[in-house]
């Protein structure tokens, strides 16, 4: 599904390199987990996939479902079934929650050819899946982010997800600000969305949100590169001991 | 005279033009004392302290610039869906056959026009007063010039709660009409009204309202200035409040090559409130500029000023905005904020912001800055799938959102965020 071939790319501004030949095949129906300690170029994938400006891809391709994801903006990519649940979300005053995934959701159809999603449809389905998230009809009232708590912000991306149905998921570092019962919460809200159709790349830097939302293949990156790969016990290990011992393998 | 023979000249070449109506009435004598206001302020020049920033030569031109009209297409009139008691005036005339009956529980409604004959007292007190007390320290001759030669405006008592509102519509018909209305408005105590105003009105329009509110008294103002990109607008509001009124004035401008808004207020009762706020956007050959001046004389009132502009492909903004506190007006509260959005390199923004307090015991708090779109909330909306333009839109939306949520009505804010809304999808990229 997600195939990421020899991936470098560079900051923009500085022309410093933050990843340097990146492979990674996800595969629909799967869960992958990227670790990684602070500044491994694991936040920056996610952007790079997504579309965010200020990175320059030097080398290597990347394709969600066969098409080329470097050459669409970031709304193209949506539109083909790419999501980023962001670790910072962005709070947006003066735009109420509801409005901004209705028009979401419908330009997202739009540029697939489909029919909007008239008001009271799209009310219902959202009524139904905020009830599953705990997310009140207050908070869909509210401007977007405005005023949430990390929680809440978190389990606003959740919701997003399931309004837009994407096919590949990256989560980046969502468990990032939750305390344990929000974390599983939110861990619940995504392991709804699993289907067989549908894949899953899990950006986090602890083991602990594995627990909740179990990974088929865990990889780890440092400095730019994907240095080893396994099933989910590598996330036990990396727990366990750190990433001084994989690096050191590394090497 | 000590005027500069320059000002001098332009303000005789202008006041040649202007004559009064011929039945002035009871309005003759403040119509008298404005115009010696006029010829010894002399008419705003680009020189004037208060006039560096907006070019007033259109607006004291002798004659009006022409201003094409404008084609509204399939979209109905704003407030159209609204029950209100509809005014019109056609290029400054009024328009009896488009007008309701100037009746309204709650209300007593004239025409100034009409009215020369008739001894209307509590407006006697008003026509004019307000104007000429604001003029202390900054000049307002396009005001004094308003009240020496306006042909007509309505005059509005409140003496309870309106039925509904009152809706003064502007019609701009003819490409070179230059039109002078006078409105006051007196709310007794206890009373209350909302006045909702909309349309360009003339290819140069100088618009004065007078808005007296007793004790208790609460007034409501909303207003559009219409979508015709070639007018020309001056407009003042006079504002007195008595103890525990209120205050609250909202205005929408999208397009016109110049706008003058001006509002002086003064809190002469304590407890007072008064928020006045505006939301503009402006594409190309655009001037917009508020001015306001907020005086707190009295005890515990709180005044909010709350502005924001929009403005790309050169357009220009301008605020210019006071608050003074009186010896005396303790525990005031004064929120002033002033915030421009540059959707390109090309258009500017001007602020001057001020603060003049003299008591010790306040608190005010003014800010004033420039931004372009936040890039970060821009690749948000766009990684959910929402188009470039469409995010932008929206974004222009969330920055207006602080000036539109001034408006107490949710209806009304609504339909200003939906015209605001319109605005914007007609005028991408």
């Known amino acids: 599904m997600l195939e990421i071939k020899n991936l470098h790319v560079k900051l923009e501004e500085e022309g410093k390199p933050i990843l340097k030949g990146v492979n990674l095949t996800v595969e629909a129906g799967k869960v992958h987990a990227i670790m990684g300690p602070n500044g491994s170029g694991k936040s920056t994938m996610s952007y790079v996939l997504s579309g965010r400006d ?22 193209e990519r949506a539109a083909i079934g790419l999501f980023l649940a962001f670790q910072y979300p962005v709070e947006i005053p003066g735009v109420g929650n509801m409005t901004f995934l209705r028009t979401a959701v419908n330009a997202q159809r739009k540029a697939r050819g489909l029919e909007e999603m008239d008001a009271a449809t799209f009310l219902k389905e959202i009524r139904a899946r905020a009830k599953e998230l705990k997310i009140d009809a207050e908070m869909l009232k509210r ?26 998921c990256i989560l980046d570092e969502t468990d990032s600000g939750l305390d344990v019962d929000a974390m599983k919460l939110v861990s619940d809200g995504v392991n709804a969305l699993r289907s067989p159709d549908r894949g899953f790349l899990v950006i986090t830097h602890y083991q602990r949100l594995l627990d909740h939302i179990k990974p088929d293949v865990v990889h780890i990156m440092y400095d730019g590169r994907i240095i080893k790969t396994g099933g989910p016990e590598l996330a036990l290990e990396v727990e366990k001991n750190g990433y001084a011992d994989i690096r050191a393998e590394d090497a | 005279m000590g005027l500069p023979q320059a000002k001098q000249n332009a303000t005789e070449a202008r006041l040649a033009r202007l004559s009064m109506p011929p039945e002035t009435g009871w309005t003759k004598l403040p119509r008298e004392a404005a115009l010696a206001r006029v010829r010894a302020m002399g008419l705003p020049g680009s020189r004037d302290e208060y006039w560096r920033f907006s070019d007033p030569s259109s607006l004291i031109a002798p004659e009006a610039p022409r201003a094409a009209l404008f084609e509204v297409k399939d979209e109905a009139p704003v407030f159209d869906a609204m029950d209100r008691l509809r005014i019109v005036f056609v290029d400054g005339v009024f328009d009896a056959e488009a007008s309701d009956e100037l ?20 407006a006697r007190e008003v026509y004019g007063t307000l104007e000429a007390r604001g003029h202390e320290p900054v000049d307002r001759p396009l005001a004094a010039l308003n009240t020496a030669f306006a042909t007509d405006g309505v005059l509005i008592r409140v003496t309870g709660k309106a039925e509904k509102p009152v809706n003064i519509i502007y019609l701009h018909r003819s490409e070179t009409s230059d039109a002078h209305l006078h409105h006051c408005i007196k709310v007794e105590a206890g009373a209350e009204m909302t006045l909702l105003e909309n349309g360009p009105a003339a290819a140069r329009f100088n618009k004065l309202m007078e808005v007296d509110i007793a004790d208790g008294g609460t007034f409501h103002h909303i207003r559009t200035q219409g979508r015709d990109h070639e007018r020309r607008a001056a407009t003042h509001i006079f504002a007195r409040l008595g103890k525990e009124s209120t205050f609250k004035s909202f205005t929408m401008t999208a397009n016109g090559r110049m706008t003058r ?4 207020i003064e809190l002469t009762g304590d407890n007072a409130v008064a ?13 917009h500029d508020d001015t306001v001046f907020i005086t707190h004389d009295a005890v515990d009132c709180e005044s909010r000023q709350v502005f924001k502009k929009v403005l790309r492909n050169g357009a220009t903004g301008i605020f210019q905005g006071k608050i003074l506190v009186q010896p005396g007006a303790q525990k005031t509260d004064g929120y002033q904020i002033s915030q421009s959005l540059l959707l390109d390199g090309d258009s500017q923004f001007l602020a001057k912001p001020e603060l003049e307090i003299y008591a010790d015991d306040v608190a005010c708090s003014h800010g004033s800055t420039s931004g372009a779109i936040d890039e970060t909330a821009l690749f948000y909306l766009r990684s959910r799938g929402v188009p470039r333009s469409e995010a932008t839109d929206l974004l222009v939306l969330s920055f207006l959102a602080e000036a539109i949520e001034e408006i107490e009505d949710e209806g009304i804010r609504e339909e200003i965020v939906g015209r605001m809304a319109g605005w914007l999808s007609r005028h991408r990229g």
């Open chain 1, 54 to 75: 200020g990175y320059e891809v030097t080398e290597g391709s990347a394709t969600l479902l066969g098409e080329d994801l470097l050459e669409m903006e970031p709304e």
């Open chain 1, 143 to 168: 401007p977007v982010n405005v005023g949430f708590s990390g929680g809440e912000k978190k389990r606003n991306e959740i919701l997003q997800m399931a309004m837009l149905e994407p096919k590949l």
């Open chain 2, 103 to 122: 009746a309204l529980a709650g209300v007593e409604i004239d025409r100034l026009g009409g009215a020369a004959g008739q001894d209307i007292h509590w």
């Open chain 2, 261 to 264: 808004n001006e509002c002086i």
């Open chain 2, 275 to 287: 928020h006045v706020a505006g939301a503009c956007v402006g594409d190309g050959d655009f001037v």
